[in-house]
């Protein structure tokens, strides 16, 4: 079974307190989920129209593990404690078998 994966990159950060209160609530809801964290914050060399800031990939083991783990009432709470502190790019993509 191919694995899933969350991808984020972040365009901008425009509230770092809100940016706080979402790792605060995150990170347990995407461990709860099945969800390691491969990379986060290390350095970003980015081509073509990407933005060398924080940058984020998460590991599942199923693609919709990584799906359900997005939908669930703990990750959804960290999205509302973001609310508009950044502007970022999401996906959620299943791997190579």
Same mark, same amino acid.
């Given at each position: 079974?191919?694995?899933? *994966?969350? #991808?984020? @990159? *972040?365009?901008?950060?425009?509230?770092?307190?809100?940016?706080?209160?979402?790792?605060? +609530?995150?990170?347990?809801?995407?461990?709860?989920?099945g969800g390691?964290?491969?990379? /986060?914050?290390? /350095?970003?060399? @980015?081509?073509?129209?990407?933005?060398?800031? /924080?940058?984020?990939?998460?590991?599942?083991?199923? !693609?919709?593990? @990584? #799906?359900?783990?997005?939908?669930?009432? @703990?990750?959804?709470? =960290? +999205?509302?404690?973001? =609310?508009?502190?950044?502007? /970022?790019? !999401?996906?959620?993509?299943?791997? +190579?078998?």
């Amino acid at each position: 079974m191919a694995k899933g *994966y969350w #991808v984020s @990159a *972040y365009r901008t950060i425009a509230d770092p307190e809100k940016l706080a209160a979402y790792n605060k +609530l995150a990170g347990p809801a995407v461990a709860a989920a099945g969800g390691r964290l491969l990379a /986060r914050d290390s /350095r970003v060399v @980015a081509h073509d129209a990407g933005i060398a800031e /924080r940058t984020v990939l998460i590991e599942f083991d199923s !693609f919709e593990q @990584a #799906v359900a783990a997005h939908a669930s009432a @703990a990750y959804q709470a =960290a +999205l509302a404690a973001l =609310a508009d502190g950044v502007e /970022r790019d !999401f996906r959620i993509i299943e791997g +190579l078998d």
